[in-house]
């Protein structure tokens, strides 16, 4: 007998056992990835069917095993189902997919998503597994094994399934990845966010956007250990949980490249203002043959001293984070106008089209952000309207951009002080 029954999307579920994950808040989640995978099974299918091409015309063997677009198969893995909630959705409302498996290890839960796949109709595509998400992944390692996209959605971090999830997405295929564990991420615990992510996070006014750069730098430093990288395609925060989705790619002279999308963090305990220094750098090398060489460099940045220049006061050192682009604007875009002209397949709509519109207008050459209540609270002056600072800024001759993830963020790559005087006008 079900305890509740669930309508979400094209699914319709019930729980029989109160044990058994469900989490009603995380619809967002589930849509926005229904949106995200939507586009991207399509230009997988025809990256997949390129790259085939390619290799036949160099005389190659065709290992991808293609020659049509309809040929592609698209496997997804969920590692961590729950009710299956989430596979369902996916088997029922992105065309594309081929198979889809959902995994759990809690035995109970694995029940629940037998009986919800054949609820559902769903037999045909989604296929039932009950082992440890990681034990699964590395069985799926061999490149004709790995799965077109893996959806990792823990309870708190993530970070133990990511060394055998990175090695088993396709090239160019898509990891997507929750971490709920936001104390952690946004400076309570920094000893612990080091244990976990390998950065020490700081507890500062941009705390959300720092959590998610935590997280890409984590994925691509496992990535890295496989001669793999990372390309993000959008990085979300919201309600409790942050969420990213990253393509994967192999190649071992990409990877060298990734200490010039890390930095540091100096974050200034006087006056809450955030420097950040590259880890290394890259440019074109005029004395290899082949002109597509790069030479690596120690960045050309001055080295963030102790004491702040504007306040004197301490910086405290976090990171390393990924000072890199978060999103993909084109794809960003693409899936906007998916949402847009397909409201009635999303319960949440309207939050994407807001989260993403606001998404697609940041700036993707400046990491992280300033608030404005901080920025105002530090000097213990009355706040000055939004629209007036962002104006100033303009003036002043700098883009400024919100941050999706914090209503009252001024992104802009006006340094520092521009800003301090703008506020000594007011
Ligand atoms: N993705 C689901 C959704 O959208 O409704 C929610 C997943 S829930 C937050 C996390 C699930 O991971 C739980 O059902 C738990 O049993 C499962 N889990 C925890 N550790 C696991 C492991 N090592 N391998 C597989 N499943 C695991």
Known sequence: ??????????????LKIEKVFYNPVQEFNRDLSIAVLSIFTDDYKVEKLNRAEKKLSKGLN?????????????????????????????????????????????????????????????????????????????????????FAAIDL??????????????????????????????????????ETCYCKYGAVSLKTKCCHEMALRILLQCIEQHANRYSRYIVPLLSISA????????????????????????????????CDNITLHPLGGFKPNPTEKKPEQMKAYLPNVPPVGEFCVHCN????????????????????????????????????????????????????????????????????????????????ILNAGYKVSYSHASKLSIKTAAPAQVIWDIIRTW
């Not at 999830?165 to 309570?188: F, R």
């Not at 807001?354 to 706040?383: A, I, N, W």
């Open 153 to 190: 959605d823990p309870y708190g971090c993530p970070s133990i399934f990511l060394d055998s999830a990175v090695q088993s997405v396709q090239d160019g295929g898509l990891l997507l990845v929750t971490a709920t564990d936001m104390a952690v991420l946004a400076g309570n615990s920094p």
């Open 1 to 14: 007998k079900a305890i509740k029954t669930i309508k979400e999307g094209k699914a319709e579920i019930c």
């Open 239 to 270: 309600d409790f949980y942050i969420r990213v989705f990253v393509k994967i790619y192999s190649g071992a002279f990409h990877c060298k490249k990734t200490t010039s999308k890390l930095s540091m963090v100096y974050h200034c305990v006087g």
């Open 313 to 392: 006061q301490r910086h405290h050192l976090g990171g390393p984070i990924w000072s890199a682009p978060i999103h993909d604007e084109v794809f960003v875009s693409r899936v906007v106008s998916h949402v847009q002209d397909n409201p009635q397949l999303f319960g949440t709509a309207k939050r994407i089209e807001g989260v993403l519109s606001m998404v697609r207008e940041e700036l993707q050459e400046v990491p992280l952000y300033y608030t404005l209540d901080k920025l105002f609270g530090r000097v213990h002056l009355e706040t000055m309207p939004m629209l007036v600072m962002r104006s100033a």
């Open 62 to 146: 065709n290992t991808e095993g293609t020659n049509e677009v309809s040929e592609v198969p698209v496997t997804i893995l969920e590692a961590l189902s729950a009710t299956g909630l989430r596979s369902i959705r996916y088997a029922k409302e992105i065309p594309n997919i081929t198979k889809i498996v959902a995994n759990d290890l809690s035995e109970q839960a694995v029940q629940t998503i037998r009986e919800n796949v054949v609820f559902n109709n769903v037999q045909n595509i989604i296929e039932t597994s009950h082992d440890d998400a990681c034990m699964l992944m590395y069985k799926h390692k061999h490149p004709i094994k790995r």
